[in-house]
């Protein structure tokens, strides 16, 4: 293995070991990120071992790892889509103040596309500039872009200004495109420097990841969003027909304390990874990896590690195709016809969907701590599993506000069932899909967060065009 005291001037090549002793690595051996690392492929024409695979890593599953670690992987996983996913969970109260009414979840998401301008410059500027960044000040930068629009959200979300003639709320514009600056970045620069850890530590990543989202339903649950209300007699006619109108208790706090509580887990996300980048504890579950110029990473074999079967370049560009078609429905679509999907089967069913999936990706990835999968033809078969799901949530989406079973129980349980098992499923796949390509060197989790970002792209603009300019899909009326 290449070291640092045998680099030549052409290439710069930066070296860490990970030895069953945990010896320690220099800090300045890392002046870039790694991005991939083991996985075994073997298992693809062997069920035998694909059954072994799956087995629960019970007895000695905290000898090889250091929870400190896992901790804060999960700390500096929680700060990816944190802002825009709390953004959007707080639209009930944001849409009463904005003058955009309604119209403003189209507004924001519109927003958080051109944080995909994030992502892009980064990628392009490491591909052809002589001058490549350093990955770790990078990350300090992205995540306090974060940390900040999510303070600055929480004073100024309600500042309004002329735009084309029309008051619009210009200062939450600007901030979640920051918000998704830092949220669309990740994908292409958080995951790939989860690279030079050891291949546990990307499921804990993962695990925030999906706490990103959940975390942010629990504060707006605890506030009193998403409450069904109750109907109370207005009025009455002169015939004597009663007037009911639903009304909705005030939440127990504002907007602006539910951004300041979104920056205090920004903080915390900051700390974690911080601690991540420069604790010496942390250091030692680095993997064994040589890092070249231009971010090009290479792996040698721990033995504590397992054994990595490289793709063909065919298996290579299907995962990237398959990761990049999954991100397309699970980032894209998934978010905006979920209420047409379930609000028809009432109002328990929507919030219990919303709920329960945003549970099922965090759950998904601690399962996979103890019970992963690298087997293409798992992977595969969980995909197949993921689309038939998806055909019925799509089914009960397009058939609203009439979809099968709407007025019975059985459909409830239904269609809260098929959201909870879809949205784990996918997440368990895309970790499974994430993990595989860990293994193949070179900037493959680059290509992972890139595709995943071009996919949620065109998956968010297609079902814009499709809700908002065609007849497909019709809200379910929730009156009283």
Request: proline share 4%.
């Amino acid at each position: 293995m290449t070291g640092a005291n045998n680099v030549t001037h052409s290439a710069a090549v930066y070296s860490v070991l990970s030895t069953p002793n945990h010896a320690g690595a220099d800090r300045n051996d890392f002046g870039r990120c790694a991005t991939d690392e083991p996985s075994e492929l073997s298992a693809f024409f062997n069920w035998r071992f694909i059954i072994k695979k799956m087995e629960p890593k019970s007895g000695g599953y905290f000898k090889n790892r250091n929870v400190i670690v896992d901790l804060l992987a999960i700390c500096f996983g929680i700060g990816t889509w944190l802002g825009v996913n709390g953004t959007f969970i707080q639209l009930p109260l944001l849409v009463n103040e904005a003058p955009e009414g309604w119209s403003l979840p189209s507004y924001l998401s519109v927003m958080v596309q051109i944080g995909n301008l994030g992502p892009l410059l980064y990628t392009v500027y490491q591909k052809f500039s002589p001058r490549k960044l350093n990955d770790g000040w990078t990350i300090h930068a992205v995540l306090m872009i974060g940390t900040m629009s999510c303070l600055f959200t929480a004073f100024f979300y309600n500042r309004t200004a002329k735009l084309a003639g029309n008051d619009h709320s210009v200062a939450l514009f600007i901030l979640t495109i920051f918000t998704a600056l830092n949220a669309c970045t990740s994908s292409v620069l958080f995951m790939p420097y989860m690279g030079r850890f050891k291949e546990q530590y990307i499921i804990t990543y993962f695990i925030g990841e999906g706490l990103s989202g959940l975390l942010p339903s629990v504060t707006a649950l605890v506030q009193g969003i998403g409450g069904s209300g109750s109907c109370v007699l207005v009025n009455e006619t002169e015939s004597g027909e009663e007037i009911y109108q639903k009304v909705s208790d005030p939440p127990l706090f504002d907007t602006k304390v539910f951004f300041l509580i979104l920056f205090a887990l920004m903080v915390l996300s900051y700390i974690g990874y911080t601690l991540l980048n420069h604790l010496p504890l942390a250091r030692r579950e680095y993997a064994q990896v040589t890092v070249s110029k231009g971010n090009k990473y290479e792996y040698g074999q721990d033995d504590n590690q397992p054994q990595v079967q490289k793709l063909s370049s065919c298996q290579y560009g299907g995962l990237l195709l398959l990761i990049g078609t999954i991100s397309l429905f699970s980032n894209g679509i998934f978010p905006s016809i979920k209420s047409y999907s379930s609000a028809p089967y009432g109002t328990r069913a929507y919030h219990l969907s919303e709920t329960l999936s945003a549970i099922a990706n965090p759950v998904a990835c601690f399962l996979a701590m103890f019970l992963y999968v690298t087997s293409l033809r798992i992977i595969y078969v969980l995909s197949a599993l993921a689309a038939l799901l998806t055909s019925y949530v799509f089914t009960t989406a397009i058939l609203s506000p009439y979809p099968p079973l709407y007025d019975e129980t059985i459909g409830i349980v239904l269609v809260v069932t098929a959201w909870t098992l879809l949205i784990g499923v996918v997440s368990y796949t895309k970790l499974g899909i994430t993990t595989v390509m860990r293994g193949q060197g070179g900037q493959s989790l680059v290509w992972v967060g890139a595709i995943t970002q071009l996919g949620s792209a065109i998956g968010a603009l297609s079902i814009f065009f499709a809700i908002n300019y065609t007849h497909f899909f019709q809200a379910a009326q929730s009156g009283c």
